[in-house]
């Protein structure tokens, strides 16, 4: 059990010149949340990048559960059970949360070829379920995610990454534009994550959320890892020295 | 109650329709009644579906966050194709055939070069308008083909049901458009459509094959649009190599008519099938009223303003109601 559930190795990317990720190696363990922490174009959102499957690595190698494993793209990733929640949202305004919920993902009644009927009934059933799961109250799995606030769009990526069971869940600055209140709630959320033996990777900005609600901090900067201790082992004021 | 009424007022169609059963009335007495009888229905019924099938096609790309401007010229093209082969004794079939390939190659094309070089679409789509515009005169040798005798007309354009008041393109038309619907709104391909129109980084970090799905949209639109094509000339009985021109705007107008949003991810099929058949409606009532032809275009373009206007407000409206999520 101690064999890290996702290590990355020496892993480098370039972007048309930028070497914005030089050797980048950090074990995450089982169970264990861990903070990145980087200013802008530190590399921590490329190495995010690399493990959701957006962006491959131009070097390096990636192992789940011990296992080398090449990751191309979003479903691979997927399937090897990394969940990434965006900054940005990986939410569809225009569509329905029961829609946005099993985007790509979706329950089939028949298809051919991958192409086929969708289970509405099941589709609205589960979703209902799953934001219920992580303690969100929306009435309806067919409102439109575009009327839905900052926090509760959030809430909905939540509950789609933990309704697709996932063994290590990346959160990519979820707590921006966030209300004070919606800021508390997605914390606790990853503290609760330790509970469901699930990994997470909580990438911000902000040291006091990561000091928090994490076991670990790996702070990145310029493209490199400069610091990578225990909470009970390290200060805000290490952190912010090393960056 | 509510909630009922915040639903109908979001739905993008709507505006259009309240609009088209206003018109019906409008001209029904301008007309003295002449609009609602079944000759003149006949009629209506027998032009719709040719515009109707290519602004269904535009209509679901569009949703998709892209553009086609070459609909009109594949119009032209797809039949040309078939009449030009079939003086060369080939058999209907395989022209058809050869045909729906010729469309299915400008519609990969059309996607490829968009995805392939980032380039807009409408870019793309208006050098796809000239190209095809230019085969279709070039393969026709600048007169048109004379149709063989044995085309299957009956298939297409021959009249059928209860007072002879459709023709059988008015059947092809209504089965396009339930099976398009349905992909759109029942099938998870009608998802990754919404969803890659909608937000296109959602739907890339959700890992749909976005350039797939924009390239079968296309394609799905240049198909349609030659259908439609052969279907015209059927009905003509001579392929034109001009057949089409102009067509790609009125789709397009028919589509943000019907509620389709230029930004993609909103709209529904039934509401680019209203958009034309409000053109339709427009086209033939101002003549029915008397009212100087030329006045048609102007009609349109206002119409097309006005529901764009109509549509925000009504969804501005919509969104004001509050209940509970």
Redesign the interface.
């Known amino acids: 059990m101690n064999e890290p559930i996702v290590s990355v190795k020496n892993l480098h990317k370039w972007y048309s010149g930028v070497h914005a990720v030089k050797g980048v190696s950090i074990d995450f363990a089982r169970n264990e949340a861990v903070g990145l922490i980087g200013d802008n174009g530190a590399g921590k959102s490329t190495l995010i990048n690399i493990l959701?499957?957006?962006q491959r690595q131009d070097e390096g190698e990636i192992f789940v559960e011990g296992q080398k494993v090449a990751i191309s793209?979003?479903?691979d990733?997927?399937r090897l059970g990394i969940e990434?929640i965006?900054q940005?949202?990986?939410?569809?305004?225009?569509?329905s949360i029961a829609?946005n919920l099993?985007?790509?993902?979706?329950p089939?009644r028949f298809?051919i070829a991958?192409?086929?009927?969708?289970d509405?009934g099941r589709m609205r059933e589960e979703s209902v379920k799953a934001i219920s799961n992580v303690d969100l109250h929306?009435?309806?799995p067919d409102?439109?995610v575009g009327?839905?606030s900052g926090g509760?769009r959030q809430g909905v990526a939540i509950a789609r990454a933990m309704h697709f069971k996932s063994k290590v869940m990346i959160l990519d600055e979820p707590t921006n534009h966030l209300s004070v209140k919606e800021t508390n709630k997605v914390i606790g959320f990853v503290r609760s994550l330790k509970e469901q033996s699930v990994t997470g990777i909580f990438i911000s900005h902000n040291m006091h959320h990561v000091f928090e609600c994490c076991d670990r901090v790996v702070a990145m900067a310029r493209g490199q890892v400069v610091l990578d201790k225990r909470i009970g082992d390290t200060t805000i004021e290490e952190v912010q020295s090393v960056l | 109650m509510k909630r009922l009424l915040k639903i109908y007022m979001e739905k993008p169609e709507l505006a259009a329709l309240l609009l088209l059963v206003v018109l019906i009335f409008l001209f029904q007495s301008r007309s003295g009644g002449l609009f609602l009888t079944a000759g003149n229905l006949r009629g209506v019924f027998g032009i719709l579906p040719e515009m109707a099938l290519v602004a269904i096609g535009v209509t679901v790309l569009m949703i998709c966050g892209e553009f086609d401007l070459s609909v009109g010229a594949v119009f032209a093209l797809m039949p040309m194709t078939v009449a030009v082969l079939m003086t060369h004794d080939v058999p209907f079939s395989v022209a058809l055939a050869a045909g729906v390939l010729v469309c299915v190659a400008i519609g990969f094309l059309n996607g490829f070069l968009t995805i392939q070089f980032a380039i807009p679409s409408f870019i793309t789509t208006l050098g796809m308008m000239f190209v095809a515009r230019s085969l279709t005169v070039v393969v026709s040798g600048g007169f048109p083909p004379l149709l063989s005798a044995d085309l299957p007309t009956w298939l297409f354009v021959s009249f059928v049901g209860p007072g002879e008041l459709f023709r059988m393109s008015f059947i092809w038309f209504v089965a396009v458009a339930i099976l398009v619907s349905l992909l759109l709104s029942r099938t998870n391909f009608g998802n990754w459509v919404r969803a890659t129109g909608g937000f296109l980084p959602a739907a890339n970090a959700m890992g749909i094959p976005t350039a797939r799905v924009k390239i079968a949209c296309f394609i799905l639109c240049s198909v349609l649009s030659g259908f439609a094509g052969l279907i015209q000339v059927l009905r003509l009985g001579s392929p034109l190599p001009s057949i089409g021109e102009g067509m790609e705007l009125q789709a397009v107008a028919a589509a943000v008519i019907g509620g389709t949003a230029l930004t993609g991810g909103i709209g529904a099929v039934l509401g680019g099938i209203i958009g034309v058949a409000l053109i339709r409606v427009i086209d033939n009532g101002l003549i029915l009223s008397q009212v100087d032809a030329n006045w048609f275009k102007f009609a349109i373009g206002s119409l097309t303003i006005f529901a764009v206007i109509a549509n925000s407000w009504l969804r501005k409206r919509a969104k004001a109601i509050k209940v509970e999520v």
């Open positions: 959701s499957g957006v793209g979003p479903r990733s997927m990434t965006y940005y949202n990986s939410m569809v305004p225009t569509m829609r099993f985007i790509g993902r979706e089939m298809s991958g192409v086929g009927f969708m509405m929306l009435r309806s409102a439109l009327e839905l509760q």
